[in-house]
């Protein structure tokens, strides 16, 4: 099968377009970078010809009240160029929990969502956890030069590597029409989360709990854990620190 992964070229596209290729399907890569631009939809049309499958990996610049208006933006423009390429099936990356977070961005993924389940093609939403990788950016948020201020928002942590393999698992198959959620194998509040990440960079700073700092503050209760049904991915927080 021939696949467009738009945003082709980030931490989770790239690998997903060499887990496709490695597969034998053909994926190209497409992203500003190669001429793509889904806001405005120049060479939209032309990376999606012929093609069977879009996968659509492309993100907001801002998470802030912006957001909303480059989903909706891209949305249109790649579900319109979708259904004039005759596409089969169109998949989208979001976050577990994504509509239960009162949040701009959460807003703008929820958005998201909706626009691909009320259009005319086939579709698959992956709902991941927090990436590992993203850990020290949170961390990062409420940090001063001794403090971590961190509230015990529960996470389950997932490796990049295992949502671009899990991606390029559902692109490859059959339409959901629906959500899968992944997310790692262990749950940690976020306050524990940081001192174990802290520790393991030999970092000496202290965390704090904080139940009323950063944007995970706002989120209830667990609604960024997997439920029933949810995929569970195979690494460990603790080897991918190693």
Same mark, same amino acid.
């Given at each position: ?12 596209? @790239? ?17 500003? @970078?190669? #001429? ?10 032309? %990376? ?14 801002? =998470?802030?009240?912006? @957001?909303? /208006? ?12 979708? #259904?004039? /390429? ?20 959460? $807003? ?22 927090? =990436?590992?990788?993203?850990?020290? %950016? ?44 992944? /997310? ?10 940081? $001192?174990?990440?802290?520790?393991? $960079? ?27 049904? /949810? $995929? ?11």
């Amino acid at each position: 099968m021939k696949f467009a992964v738009i945003g082709g070229t980030g931490l989770i596209g @790239s690998k997903v377009v060499q887990l496709l290729n490695e597969a034998g399907h053909e994926a190209v890569p497409h992203a500003l @970078s190669t #001429g793509v631009d889904v806001l405005t939809g120049q060479g939209v049309d032309a %990376a999606l010809a012929g093609a069977d499958v879009v996968v659509n990996l492309t993100n907001s610049p801002t =998470f802030d009240e912006a @957001s909303p /208006a480059f989903f909706q933006t891209s949305m249109d423009n790649l579900l319109a160029a979708a #259904g004039r /390429a005759g596409t089969g099936h169109f998949v989208i990356l979001s976050i577990i929990g994504v509509d239960q977070v009162p949040t701009d961005y959460y $807003r703008a993924k929820t958005l998201q969502e909706d626009l691909l389940k009320a259009g005319p093609i086939p579709y698959s939403i992956v709902r991941a956890a927090q =990436f590992m990788e993203f850990v020290d %950016a949170v961390l990062s948020w409420t940090a001063d030069d001794e403090t971590v201020r961190l509230p015990r928002t529960p996470l389950q942590p997932v490796a990049a590597a295992d949502v671009a393999a899990t991606v390029a698992d559902v692109a490859a198959g059959t339409p959901l029409n629906g959500v899968l959620d992944l /997310a790692g194998p262990e749950v940690y509040p976020l306050d524990e989360l940081g $001192r174990i990440t802290l520790a393991a $960079r030999g970092d000496s700073r202290t965390v704090t709990t904080d139940d009323a700092a950063g944007m995970f503050a706002v989120v209830p209760g667990d609604v960024l854990t997997a439920k029933d049904g /949810a $995929r569970i991915a195979p690494t460990h927080y603790a080897d991918w620190l190693k």
